[in-house]
């Protein structure tokens, strides 16, 4: 069986297939949505893998990097700020409409991009 350190990343590769799959329908709004839980299910599994606990409740992925033990100036703290900016405004539906006239697919693009390396940079501190 798995680790909870591996479970929690094949979640996040499932996200992150996921979000592809939204952008090549142009459901870009999800795209972001997606592309924010595989950076929480990621570093949620960074917690795991160095801590050996149950990762906090926490969707914030800014707080889940400081969780992680990374320093607060790493080269993707506002990429990390502004996902977690994607994932509260897609859960309410008094925005949603709002926020998905103005996502395009250079957007989505960008956010699949953003987040790739973001999960490589994650997924390197676990190979050892």
């Known amino acids: 069986m798995n680790s909870p350190s591996q479970q929690w990343r094949d979640h996040a590769q499932y996200d992150m297939e996921t979000a592809r799959a939204m952008h090549e329908s142009g459901r870009y709004l999800y795209v972001l949505f997606c592309c924010q839980q595989a950076v929480e299910k990621t570093l949620k599994a960074l917690i795991v893998h160095r801590s050996h606990q149950f990762p906090p409740r926490l969707h914030n992925l800014s707080r889940l ?3 992680a033990g990374l ?3 790493h080269a ?3 990429d990390l700020r502004e996902l977690s900016a994607y994932y509260i405004q897609s859960r309410y539906p008094e925005e949603i409409g ?3 006239s103005g996502v ?5 693009a960008e956010a699949l991009g953003k987040t790739e390396k973001i999960l490589t940079w994650l997924n390197s501190m676990m190979t050892s």
């Open 104 to 108: 395009t697919s250079e957007i989505s």
């Open 71 to 73: 320093p607060d100036n």
């Open 65 to 67: 990097a400081q969780e």
């Open 76 to 78: 993707f703290a506002d």
């Open 98 to 100: 709002e926020i998905a």
